[in-house]
């Protein structure tokens, strides 16, 4: 067989279709292969037209039909599919040939991948890739890890179908090994937090304000004008706005309110632990669609005593409708500030060099969390680079400041009504504990030292100590 094709694409689900359908759409010869072949000839017989591809009926015609060094992007389920799919091509690649894996992998795999097909002389490139359906025909976010020579062969490729925002395509290469599918993840758990709070604003308008879905459409159409400008508010809008066709009643009250999570937050929160990186905003929106797919306890919860809901005249709730766009914006700085700070930490404990501008630059189109939002956090970090908050920049702390008064009537007013807001609530709480001059972290600190002698440090002098607490006099000593 002619070895012509530029890149490879094997996994042809709803995503790695839509991939390999955008390469050839910009004039790439693109190889395609899929475990069940009938996938394959349905691409062709659809889209075949659209460009140049190579269809493989097995791995080895596939991998034959690749121009060297192959280029060979792996786009079926993260876990074991993506193991198997690796063990089954590995043999046929010879050194210098690149793997890119698109899947949503964890990046502590990505990581042990790497390292085993680096040993074989073999550039394994874990890549996250957003913007789901849509994204990967007409161009997704693309988040690239590997080696720096490995983005030299494949990042050309990866940044002609990637989405552009002002010319610049929103693909960058973020760093070795597991760079790219750890921002994947951050930005998965930005994204969980920036829906909770978005839903907790239209709960707010809705059961505190008296407003409808359709008028709350509106309101978020309204806010989509202003700084709030994303596409996640774009769809909130038409999702609230719609109606569904057998009832008549809006399409919001007929679907059922348990929220799945496919995987991604929840690796956010747990990596986030083990880094400690205080993500409370993104784990409360995580924690938030786990409460409610928990049918039983909400059973025994439903109808306990709540707050006291007062009617609203029309201008009281546009006036509490203005409160909720001060509450949603500040508590979006902050979960974004997090996002940020965790990307910091992983890249510390794992060694990678992250530009943190490039990343709010190639979010800023293609993914999920799109907003005009991220063009001010790349420039922010744009003229600081070691940024410690997004707080540290002036508009940002303007912005916070002007929201106090509205953000707090919005989480104290939730909690007296008794509607729950878990990421406004936790946005809040954050940013009190981080502003304050002295924590209750020092009597926690008290506390573990009585019952486990876990030692404490004191702020007039260096050094460890321990206090005996079962002494008369409680001696203190140094640990
Ligand atoms: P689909 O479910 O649409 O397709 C899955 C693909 O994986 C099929 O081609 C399937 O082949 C293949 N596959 C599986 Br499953 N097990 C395999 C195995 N053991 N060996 C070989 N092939 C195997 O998934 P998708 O939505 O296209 O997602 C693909 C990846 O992209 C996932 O990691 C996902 O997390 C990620 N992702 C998805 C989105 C999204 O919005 N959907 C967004 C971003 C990232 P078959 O046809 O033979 O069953």
Known sequence: MHSSAQIGVTGLGVMGRNLARNFARHGYAVAVHNRTESRTRALMDEYGGEGTFVAAAGPEEFVASLERPRRLMIMVNAGPATDAVIDEFAPLLEPGDIMIDGGNAHFADTRRREAALRARGIHFVGTGVSGGEEGALNGPSIMVGGSTEAYAAVGPILEAVAARVDGDPCCTHVGAD???????????????????????????????????????ADI????????????????????LAHTDADTGRPFLDIVADAAGQKGTGRWTVQTALDLGSPVTAIAQATFARVASAQPALRTAYRGLSGGIVPELSRSEAERFATQVEYA?????????????????????????????????????????IRAAFLDRI??????????????????????????????????????????????????????????????????????RDYFGAHTYQRTDRPGTFHTHWSEPGRPETPA
Request: with cysteine; proline share 4%.
């Open 220 to 239: 978020f159409r309204t806010w989509n004008q202003g700084r709030l400008d994303s596409y996640l508010i774009e769809i909130t809008a038409e999702v």
């Open 328 to 368: 949603l914006y500040a508590s979006k700085i902050i979960a974004y500030d997090q996002g940020w700070k965790m990307i910091q930490d992983g890249a510390a404990e794992y060694g990678w060099t992250i530009d943190l501008a490039a990343i709010a630059a190639i979010w800023r189109g293609g993914c999920i």
């Open 178 to 216: 597991g760079a790219g599918h750890f921002v994947k993840m951050a930005h998965n758990g930005i994204e969980y937090a920036d829906m909770q709070l978005i839903a907790e604003a239209y709960d707010l308008l809705r059961h505190a304000g008296g407003y409808t879905p359709a008028e709350i």
């Open 378 to 447: 790349r420039a922010a970090y744009t003229a600081q680079p070691d940024l410690v908050s997004l707080l540290d920049e002036k508009e940002f702390l303007e912005e916070i400041t002007d929201a106090q008064v509205p953000w707090r009537e919005i989480v104290a007013g939730a909690a007296r009504r008794g509607i729950p807001a878990p990421a406004f609530s936790a946005a809040l709480a954050y940013y009190d504990t981080l502003r304050a001059a002295r924590l209750p972290a020092a009597l926690v600190q008290g506390q």
